[in-house]
Each structure stands twice: as C-alpha cells, then as structure tokens.
C-alpha cells in the first residue's frame, strides 16, 4: 500500500477531486497549508510598505491507495493540479506499513 | 429665555447618535488592521472610552469644558458638575442637555482615535489609566479653549467640528505615547499585515456616515450651515479617497483597499474644522491635498523610527493640521457669518495666524501633558504600561482579556 502526499494550488482541488472520483478513488483527505518551494512567497502591500510574505497558502492532499494503482493515480493527480506556471506544488508517494478501517477493523487493501 | 426649536432639536439629538456610531466604527476600522490575536484588545480600547468617558461626563466634565462659557480662559467651572440646575437649561435653541449628549460623544471618540498608534503593545491597564486621566487633563482644557469660548475661540480661531479638538489633539497624544511606548517586537522588518480588511472597510463606511454628524450637527442648527457642512463632509471624503489613491498608486503601484479607507478618512479628518466655513469646491481641493499627503506622510514613521501603528499620526495629526490651516485659507464669511475671510477669499492672514497659533497650542500642550500621564504611569503602574514580550507574542486578546476573536477551529 501506498500512501500519495501532493501539495497543489487551493484553486485546482475541485478539479483534482472530480477527476480522482472519476478513476474510482474512494476517498482524499485534505489539510489547509502553507509553505514555499522555488516559487518562494508573494508581496503584499500595506500603506506604502512592502512585506514580504514567505509562506503561500496551499492545499495537503493524501490518499491512500494500493500499490498497483499508485503511479495512475499520481499521474491523474499531477496532469488535474498543474497549471503549467510556477507554484503547481509537489507530490510524492511514500510506502504504507499498515492500514485499518476503524469502525470494522478490516484490514490492508480492504481497508483502503 | 430663548426658544427651542423643535427642528434644530432633532437634529442635534440624532447627530448624537450618529457620531457615538463613529467610536464603533473607529474600532472596527482599527481592528481589522491588526494582527488577530490583537483584535479584541483594539475593539475593546475603542469601547471603554465609550464607559469611561461618559461617566466623568456626566460627573464633572461637561462643567469643566463648558462651564463659564465663554471666559476667554482656560478651564471651564463647576457650577454644572453633576449635570446640576441643566434639566429645563436651553442653549441656543436647543435643549442644553442634548448638546451635552452632543458634546459628549467628542469627547468619547477623540481618546478613543489614540488606540491605534499604540496597537498590540499596551497594557489594558495601563490604557484604562491613561485614557481616565487624558480625557481630564488634556481632553477637557483644550475642548474649553476652543469649544467652550476660551482664550483660542476668543482670539478667532476657528474650528467647526474639531479639527484641532479632536484630531490635533488626540494624534500628538498618539505621538508622545508612541515615543514612551517604543517600537513592537521585529517592527518595521517583520510583517504585520492586517488581518482583516472587510471590517476595515465597514468601519471605514461607519465613520463616514457618522461624520455627517460629526460635522453637519456641529452647526447646532437644522439650517443652511449644516447643509453646506454636510455636502462638504461627503465631497471632501470623496476627494480625500481619490487624492491618496492616485499618489498610492503612482509610489508603490497599486491602488489599494486600505489606501481608499484611510483617504477617505484623511478628507473626513481635514473637513472637519473647515465643515461649516468653506464652501464652493473647496471641499474637494481640502480632500485631494489632504488624501495625498497624508499618504506621503506615512514614510515620516519610518524616517523617524517611531512605531505609530495605524498611522494616527498621518492621518489624524497631519490631516487635523492641515485641515486646520486650510481654515485660514479657504474660510468664507458668505457661507458662515461667523466665519472670517481666509486668504484666499481675500480676508488676510490675520485668520491663517490665529489657525497657526491654536495648532501649535494644541498640539504642543497635548504632546507634553501625554507624554507626561504615560511617563507617571509607567512609574505608577508595578508592571509598566507595556506588555512583557512574551505577553506581546501571544497577543493582547489572550493575555489582557482572557478571550479569543475568533475560534472556528475545532481542535
């Protein structure tokens, strides 16, 4: 099992989450972040006085899926979040020791 | 004993209401420019000089403002501490006690118009102390300088709505306090943007609302002069908006929501003591110059290393200056028979002088008294008038109030 982590630009999720409901994903959970790659932050300016603001806001998906199914997915994932401009985020997949549905205890691919 | 006059009546009690309107305003204005942990501290600041102020009101200060009208002194009386013998009393031709209500609600916002110079760094306690014993030794004398016939009324300066009462007054109390105060933590390089600019623009639209009172209910009559102050508020607010955009604009290449909040409220600061006085398009040239260098005037904060918060000193300071000097230049005894000519309506420089004299009184007596109260209090005070930085980091809403601004969090 693996376990898909990708940074993307808040405005791109809607997008992201119809296409992964399309390929059959059962399920995402999203964290509110913020962070800065390459793109490094933005300005703002408040009176006069330029702030420099590092950290952009960006939005933390994670899925869990099965091994097989895990560069589909990412690809899927990654061709709905890009823009093709500076900021489209990362993603990585990491490998998942176990997985339990809490309310049946089933367990490992069943429980995805 | 003169007559009431139901109109004018009316429109004194509902310009009460309006410019109470304005305290709120004014701490949604200021609240949503600071960070969120410090919302709740700003609004609460802005609220107590709605307790406090009148309180003492009632108690001794309208006698000491508005007692032994007229004396060409310095301080009013005693004889209506209390509110004694003014229940049936008529001023002008209005009941005296709705222009006590009226003059009260002056009283409330101009301390209250401070709080955003010394933003996220004082003590509550320290605040509820100084604001008690500024709106005495300093509120109270200059209000009977100027409103109340005393020596700077009787000189002929003039000031409609209190250009040199409220805004003169409360940004060099703003400035001295700052001074003492000292910078926040990681000011001016780390970033504390506003947390909240809707409600900076609702209170900004509340202010300009109440302002009609503000400024038009000054003239104590439902008449000609209210009329022109209030077609002047609303032009000079507009114009002021306009002016600090346009330089906004061309310094740091956007025109922003703030920059159009603080213009409009810059034109409002500048009109106020020429509301009643000038007429034509005068209002508009008041609030363009006004709007812009007030704009201009925000860099002084950074040159001089003072930390002024939210820009009182540029905006209530320097707009109230301003404002005031434009008295002596566009005053037009046509729209105000108690006004004298200005120098440009071909009347002189003798009014201009007197303008330049009750500014730099006001603003010279008001700086030291303030720096003087802050300077006892932090002697006073076992903790100081200032937060300790771990306090300061945390954020005023927690450590002063016990309370949170917003929790929408669940965990």
Redesign the interface.
């Known amino acids: 099992m693996k376990l898909i982590v990708a940074i993307i630009k808040p405005f791109r999720l809607d997008e992201v989450k119809t296409a992964l409901i399309g390929m059959g994903v059962q399920g995402l959970t999203v964290t509110e972040v913020r962070g800065f790659g390459r793109q490094r932050g933005h300005t703002?300016?408040?009176?006069?006085?330029?702030?420099?603001?590092d950290f952009v806001p960006k939005l933390r998906l994670e899925i869990l899926v099965d091994e097989s199914d895990a560069q589909r997915v990412a690809q899927e994932l990654m061709e709905h979040a890009r823009t093709g401009q500076i900021g489209d985020g990362k993603l990585w997949i990491v490998p998942v020791d176990a997985v339990y549905r809490i309310r049946t205890g089933e367990a490992g691919t069943d429980a995805i | 004993m003169p007559e009431i006059d139901t109109g004018d009546t009316a429109w004194v009690l509902i310009s009460s209401a309006l410019v109470l309107f304005m305290t709120p305003g004014l701490a949604l204005f200021y609240g949503g420019m600071v960070r969120s942990k410090n919302v709740l501290a700003m609004l609460m600041q802005n609220f107590f000089a709605m307790g406090i102020v009148t309180i003492f009101w009632v108690l001794f200060g309208y006698s000491l403002a508005f007692g032994d009208l007229g004396n060409a002194g310095w301080i009013g009386n005693f004889d209506f501490v209390g509110l004694k013998g003014l229940t049936n009393g008529v001023t002008d031709t209005i009941p005296t006690l709705a222009f006590v209500a009226f003059q009260l609600t002056f009283a409330v916002i101009t301390p209250a118009l401070i709080t955003g110079a010394i933003a996220d760094r004082m003590r509550w306690v320290a605040w509820v102390g100084f604001i008690a014993a500024w709106s005495v030794l300093v509120y109270l004398p200059v209000a009977h300088w100027v409103f109340g016939g005393g020596w700077l009324a009787d000189r002929g300066a003039l000031d409609f709505a209190g250009g040199t009462v409220v805004h003169v007054n409360a940004g060099a109390a703003a400035l001295a306090l700052v001074i003492l105060l000292g910078k926040r933590k990681g000011w001016?390089k780390e970033?504390m943007?506003?947390h909240s600019l809707p409600l900076t623009l609702l209170g900004t639209g509340i202010l300009w609302f109440g302002w009609f009172g503000f400024n038009a209910g000054s003239a104590l009559s439902a008449n000609g002069v209210a009329a022109q102050a209030f077609l002047n508020t609303f032009v000079a607010a507009a114009a002021g908006m306009i002016g600090w955009l346009i330089v906004?604009r061309m310094?740091?290449?956007?025109a922003?929501t703030?920059?159009a909040a603080?213009g409009a409220v810059a034109g409002l600061v500048a009109i106020t003591p020429c509301a009643g006085f000038v007429g034509g398009l005068a209002p508009v040239v008041i609030g363009l110059v006004t709007g812009g260098v007030c704009?201009l005037a925000?860099?002084l904060k950074?040159k001089f290393g003072y930390d002024d918060s939210l820009?009182v000193v540029a905006v209530h300071l320097v707009g109230g200056l301003l404002g005031s000097l434009m008295v002596g230049l566009f005053a037009d005894d046509a729209v105000n028979e108690a006004a004298t000519d200005g120098l440009f309506l071909g009347g002189g420089s003798e009014l201009l002088v007197e303008q330049v004299i009750a500014v730099a009184a006001v603003l010279v007596f008001s700086f030291v008294v303030s720096y003087l109260i802050g300077l006892l209090l932090k002697a006073l005070l076992p903790k100081g008038i200032r937060v300790s930085d771990g306090e300061e980091d945390t954020g005023l809403d927690l450590t002063q109030h016990s309370e949170t601004g917003y929790s929408l969090e669940r965990v």
């Open positions: 703002e300016v408040y009176r006069g006085a330029e702030y420099k603001i | 001016p970033p943007p506003p906004e310094k740091s290449g956007h922003t703030l920059g603080s704009f925000i860099q950074f820009d």
